[in-house]
């Protein structure tokens, strides 16, 4: 089931917006509407996602450290598992963003018989992921030319190396298919690989077959269901939105309409999803935080203001019941008054 029903759904979308937009007049709605209302929940979602995040209290300096800390002179100190500054940790962090890096020192465990416990190296997620994170960012900044007039030149160049190689008529973008591949790899690894299957819910699959009916229905206008024709209406329309003047000018494909409503749902559900990473990451203490512990005494400002409670104090409060209990005292109880 948590197979199916993410991929029920995602279809079910596909024939709400194909249905949807062919009926006259609808395509206002499929077309400004529901895209204005996509990036306000967008927008609103992470921004509180965000804050409620920032405003977590962090008790203690937890950071993940897998290297030497700060310790003698003469002790070689790993700087970026054990970062002890600031600047230590902007280079961990920047290290991890751009090329997740603690995905590259991913190990795999199996046991075999003996029994016997293995560890090897599984360089191969860290590359599919590189691949497809890159290539989604690749493709949205792409899509950028359709919202700005005129394009800006690292748009154009972005564009021209992502095509360079020229594959069929229209030209092939590089990123077209290694989106696929990356897809294809994540899904299929939380199909074969038995603990990630177990792990595995059918919210982990949802965005997967989501951005997968994203990219083949981009692929779709691009290379079969040509939508050259409508390219000018789709590029003022593009324009409209980002100007807040949207405008349906003309007949506009209902594939379009598909590949927008699927995109406008996948920006609605991020900031509610697995997918917030994306901002999480920036805020995680295991990454963010010095490992200074031993350095500097860290108070919590949380604690409430606690006052000093002496053991005299202790068993001047306590003391009869201490006495009753057999438990030794330092002073003796007075004397009863006759």
Known sequence: MKYTFPLAAVIALVLIAWLGSSIPGMQYLFGIVIPYLAIATFIIGFCYRVVQWAKSPVPFRIPTTCG???????????????????????????????????????????????PKLTYESSKWIWLFAIIFHYSFLVIVLRHMRLFLEPVPWL??????????????????YMTDATIILGLVFLFGRRLITRHMRYLSLA?????????????????????????????????????????????????????????????????????????????????????????????????????????PHSYAGYEDEFREFMVENDIPVEKELPPKAE
């Open 68 to 114: 030497q800390g700060y310790s003698l002179p003469w002790i070689k100190h790993n700087k970026l598992e054990a970062p002890t500054n600031t600047s230590q940790v902007v280079a961990r962090m920047f290290l991890e963003i751009v090329l997740f890096r603690s995905l590259w020192r991913h190990t795999k465990a199996e046991i075999h018989d003996g």
């Open 155 to 172: 748009i154009q160049a972005i564009e021209f190396g992502d095509g360079i190689l020229q594959i069929g008529s229209p030209g092939m």
């Open 203 to 307: 919210n982990d699959y949802f965005p997967l077959f989501l951005i997968f009916g994203i990219a083949v229905t981009g692929i779709l206008m691009r290379f079969y269901f040509r939508t050259d024709v409508d390219i000018v209406a789709i590029k003022r329309l593009a324009v409209g939105l980002a100007t807040f003047q949207p405008i349906i000018q003309a007949e506009i494909n209902s594939l379009f309409y598909i590949h927008l409503f699927l995109v406008s749902v996948l920006l609605a559900y991020f900031p509610y999803s697995k997918l917030m990473h994306m901002g999480g990451v920036f805020l995680s203490p295991t990454r963010n935080l010095a490992n200074d512990s031993r350095m500097r005494r860290h108070i919590n400002p949380w604690n409430p203001d606690i006052k």
